[in-house]
């Protein structure tokens, strides 16, 4: 095979990740080439929310892929959208980083220890309808740019903290920054966060040979548990999701426990379930946690959080004795 090219977006972080999977590689005794593409999401300084979400990240550099400029495409996982796109294989899913966020925050302080009124930046709705549900009485303000502008905002005192992805914070060598690592029972990482995606294209049979031998197993299947359910909820609510799956040692074997979240982005409604179950089933795992989800309430939710709007009524119902807990 001639030599691999692989794109990746000019960021920090995008290009540690892009030179981690062609470090892996040239390991496997490939010629690697890094093609460098820009994206509207770089380009752009509006709120993630305004210009389409994460998707910007990744359709230029997988219009990369479709025009044959390059041949393997990195993306962070978590901003893939969850419609296939049937031109291409998502080849590999390498060993995950921690999932977790983190907060890092002025003065070394921890969640817990921020006084009340304290300036939380984020634009996440995942994250703020956590933080929000939190109850702290944290001021929560939608901020953007990438992980050093975000930390800069700490640093230089216009916001006592913000939260980023612990994967993020340690691709960049700087998790000694983090002042708190965020435990998922208060806050719960996007679906797929802390993994990569290497994309190519599905009738490149070389270069996906190539690529797969990249795959980890039990991390490919957390994240098909993950994003399952994030597309079942998608075509059922507009609310914000986190969603955290673990292989766990089971009576018989390997298990998938899966926990989800859904709320509203003020935090004054949240739903959390989890569901146990078939390793080898991950899709289904995730499709039937969302089901729960959207009996439960999150049918209800929506993103329209607007001052005045009327917040529909949870679904109080106590927690299903089996599965869910
Ligand atoms: N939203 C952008 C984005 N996409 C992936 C990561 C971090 C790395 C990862 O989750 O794999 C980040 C930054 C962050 O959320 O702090």
């Not at 190519?200 to 993950?226: F, G, K, M, W, Y």
């Not at 009576?251 to 146990?276: H, I, K, N, P, Q």
């Amino acid at each position: 095979m001639t030599t691999l090219r692989l794109g990746t977006r000019r960021s920090a972080l995008a290009t540690t990740q892009s030179r981690w999977v062609a470090d892996r590689l040239t390991d496997l005794g490939h010629e690697v080439e890094l093609v460098e593409i820009t994206t509207e999401g770089d380009r752009s300084g509006a709120l993630l929310t305004t210009i389409g979400g994460t998707g910007v990240f990744v359709s230029a550099i997988r219009e990369a892929l479709h025009d044959g400029r390059i041949d393997v495409a990195v993306h962070s996982l978590k901003d893939l959208p969850t419609a296939p796109d049937p031109e291409l294989v998502l080849a590999a899913v390498p060993l995950r980083e921690d999932s977790r966020d983190v907060l890092v925050a002025r003065d070394g302080l921890t969640l817990g220890e921020l006084p009340v009124g304290s300036v939380v930046g984020t634009g996440s709705p995942r994250r703020a309808s956590q933080l929000a549900a939190l109850g702290l009485g944290l001021d929560i303000r939608p901020i953007r740019g990438n992980v050093d502008t975000r930390i800069r905002f700490v640093t230089s005192g216009e916001l006592d903290a913000v939260v980023l992805a612990q994967a993020g914070l340690a691709r960049l060598g700087r998790l000694a920054e983090a002042t708190e690592v965020i435990d998922p029972i208060q806050v719960l990482p996007a679906p797929g966060q802390g993994a990569l995606a290497v994309e190519c294209r599905a009738d490149r049979a070389d270069v996906v040979a190539a690529v797969s031998a990249l795959d980890d197993a039990d991390t490919r299947t957390c994240v098909i548990a993950e994003r399952s359910l994030l597309s079942t909820l998608e075509a059922g609510c507009t609310a914000p999701v986190g969603a955290l799956a673990e292989v766990v040692e089971g009576d018989d074997g390997l298990e998938l426990s899966l926990r989800a979240f859904a709320g509203s982005e003020d935090g004054s409604l949240e739903l959390r379930r989890s569901l146990v179950g078939s390793y080898t089933e991950p899709e289904s795992l995730g499709a039937r946690l969302a089901q729960i989800l959207l009996e439960d309430g999150a049918a209800d939710l929506t993103t329209t959080t607007a001052i005045g709007a009327v917040a529909p009524t949870p679904d109080r119902a106590p927690h299903r004795s089996e599965h869910v807990s």
